[in-house]
Structure formats: C-alpha cells, structure tokens
C-alpha cells in the first residue's frame, strides 16, 4: 500500500521567510498529489494539485509546489510567509480511488 | 449551497455503546469518503463510496460500516464504539473524473467524538 512522509513535524518561521515543506511518497505508478491546508478551527481546504503537465504547479494564496517523479516527491513552497499561513499542511497522494495523507506539517508563523 | 455537512458536531458515548455519523452533501458528487484525524497521524481513510450502493475499505476499515443509500447521504457506523476510536471524524466529496474540480475533495467540518 502507498503511503505519505512529511518529514516535517512543526516548522517555526518569521514572517517574511520562506518555506518549503516536503513530502514522499512511496507508489510508483500513475498518481495524483494534492497539498491542502487546516486552519485553526477549520476544516480541510485544497491549496493545489498535481495530475499530469507541468511539473510546477502554482495555487491559492503564493503557494506552489513542485513535483520531481525521480525523487517520488512533491514539496511546497512559498518565497515569504505570513502571519495568516499559521495552520496545518497536509500532503495527499491519489491512487485510484484511494487516497492516503500525510502525517501533516504544523506551521508556525511569528509576526 | 451548504457544500459538506456533518451530523453531530459533537458526540460522547461510553464504551460498548453504538452510534451513527451522518454526511450530506449537495454538489452532486458521486465520490464521498470518511476520515479520522488523530494527533500525528493525519487523516486516515476509514471507508468511501464512488457511487451510490457502493462502499469499500479505506487504510482503517476494522470497527466501522457505512451505508451510502441515497447519493447525498454517507453513512458512517459505530457497532461497539472503543476508547481507540475517540478522534474527530471528517467527510469529504468530490466529483468525477472529467468535471470541473476533478478529485478535488470538499471537507465538512467534522465531528469530534469521545469514547469514554
């Protein structure tokens, strides 16, 4: 069965850092790879996607992310975070019908 | 449109006691999935369903049923709840593929249960 890291538990920055979150997974067929976000008190929200094309896909608010199929990973990025970025990051890989998360990454953004 | 809603927000049962989770959702999704979240763990798939009539086995299946008799609704069943089932239970949807949003899941807001 595939299965989802993210090697980052809680990552502390200041604002105006950037930020890279990982993520591996370990299926080696045909996969689709999400990133989607919990804010405090909040339910799941879809940051961005991966499905095929372009291996560097942008989504909302500055976030991108980067799929590298050599490396079965599929990292996030944001060149400078803010204070409104605190929240839980979740990584998701899609194999058929079955989808497995991540761990989930706490972000931590200091004013 | 409401999107995603869960029944209870909230729940506390004793051990051994049984209970019924309810998902609703109006977008007319085919796809529906239960999740538990647990501290450190993410969220786990319990069961999901690709149409209505039709459930299989997530990566957590063991203590759970669901039923999916009406394409809105996806039931999820506790027969004999454990204190290792104390988590908060999320339902998602999405659509099929080709449509707009294609596997894109939409949340409810979960529900938090506590098995004493």
């Known amino acids: 069965a595939q299965s989802v890291s993210q090697h980052n538990h809680h990552v502390i920055l200041s604002e105006a850092a950037s930020l890279e979150l990982g993520c591996n997974y370990s299926?080696?067929?045909?996969?689709?790879l999400f990133w989607y976000v919990q804010y405090p008190g909040q339910h799941l929200q879809l940051l961005l996607k991966y499905f095929s094309g372009d291996p560097l896909v942008k989504g909302i608010k500055g976030f991108e992310a980067e799929f590298i199929k050599s490396k079965f990973s599929f990292n996030l990025r944001k060149p400078s975070v803010q204070w409104s970025d605190t929240a839980e990051y979740f990584c998701a890989v899609r194999v058929v019908d079955d989808m497995r998360f991540g761990a989930g990454t706490r972000l931590t953004v200091k004013p | 449109n409401a999107g995603v809603t869960q029944t209870p927000k909230f729940r506390v049962l004793k051990t051994g006691q049984s209970m019924t989770l309810l998902c609703a959702q109006d977008?007319?999704?085919?796809?529906m999935y239960w999740y538990r979240q647990d501290p450190g763990m993410g969220l786990r798939l319990i069961h999901y369903?690709?149409?209505?009539?039709?459930?299989a086995k997530g990566e957590v299946p063991d203590g759970y049923n669901v039923s999916r008799l009406k394409k809105q609704n996806f039931l999820l069943g506790l027969e004999s709840a454990a204190p290792s089932q104390t988590s908060v239970y999320f339902c998602?949807?999405?659509?099929?593929?080709?449509?707009?949003?294609?596997?894109?899941?939409?949340f409810g807001p979960g529900t938090r249960l506590t098995v004493l």
């Open positions: 369903s690709v149409g209505e009539g039709t459930t």
């Open positions: 977008m007319n999704h085919e796809y």
């Open positions: 998602a949807s999405s659509s099929l593929p080709g449509a707009p949003a294609e596997y894109e899941q939409f």
């Open positions: 299926y080696g067929g045909t996969v689709n």
